[in-house]
């Protein structure tokens, strides 16, 4: 068992952190968990939950976010002084998802301007897994700029950018999708969406095939 950071910032995509909370807990991880401002606000508005504008009420708003039994922390923004903040707080992992391209530019050139990303700090100098669920389309060459330099400290990029291979039936088996990306990249062993197994290749048609002699002549 271990215990993952997870930041939530003022990218769209909050049902992600929603999903990926459940999941690792589920899978008997714990979980501290912290928000920015600007993600305070997105909360708000896709999920209706309100967290405060500084994240003070944020283990009331996703109390049911959690499995049964759970350990999940949560923790003020500004609260610098929180474990998370020090490299001496042994963690798995820091995910920042959904992760905004300002929290991303951020990180990029090591301000910290709160515990989200102090955090995602801390795990780079540490050398522990930072995974990054980038959410912004089109990308300028900011953006990339910004992720290319954080992926070459070791950083993993993740858009949260589901496929569609497995034919989802909902918008909750596309963010199954993404969340179990998340947690195949950490190495947590889990359930969550659908695994590919490939395809049943049609048989050739009799007479059809390399030797046969019965291809298209060539004008």
């Known amino acids: 068992m271990s215990r993952y950071f997870v930041g939530l910032t003022g990218a769209s995509g909050h049902a992600y952190a929603a999903r990926l909370v459940a999941a690792l807990t589920a899978a008997g991880q714990d979980v501290d968990l912290s928000i ?13 939950l309100e967290a405060g504008a500084d994240g003070a009420r944020l283990a009331e708003a996703v109390r049911e976010w959690a499995a049964p039994g759970a350990m999940l922390r949560t923790f003020r923004a500004d609260a ?39 955090a995602a700090d801390v795990a780079l100098k540490e050398h522990r897994p930072l995974v990054l669920v980038v959410r912004e389309s089109p990308l ?9 330099r954080l992926a070459r400290l070791g950083a993993r990029i993740l858009p949260a950018s589901p496929g569609f291979y497995h034919a989802p039936r909902s918008v909750n088996d596309l963010v199954d999708h993404v969340v179990g990306k998340v947690l195949d990249t950490l ?27 019965r291809g298209t002549a060539a004008p």
Do not use: D, Y
Request: net charge negative; aromatic share 2%; charged share 15%.
């Open 36 to 48: 920015t401002a600007a993600g305070a606000k997105v909360l708000r508005h896709e999920l209706q």
């Open 80 to 118: 610098v002084e929180a474990p998370p903040s020090s490299g001496t707080a042994l963690t798995g992992g820091v995910i920042l998802c959904p992760c905004s391209m300002g929290t991303l530019a951020r990180v990029s050139v090591g301000f910290s301007s709160n515990l989200v990303e102090r």
């Open 140 to 148: 300028s060459e900011i953006h990339l700029e910004n992720m290319l």
């Open 187 to 213: 190495g947590v062993e889990h359930a969550v969406g659908a695994r590919w197994k490939g395809t049943a290749e049609p048989p050739p048609e009799p007479g059809i095939g390399p030797g046969t002699g």
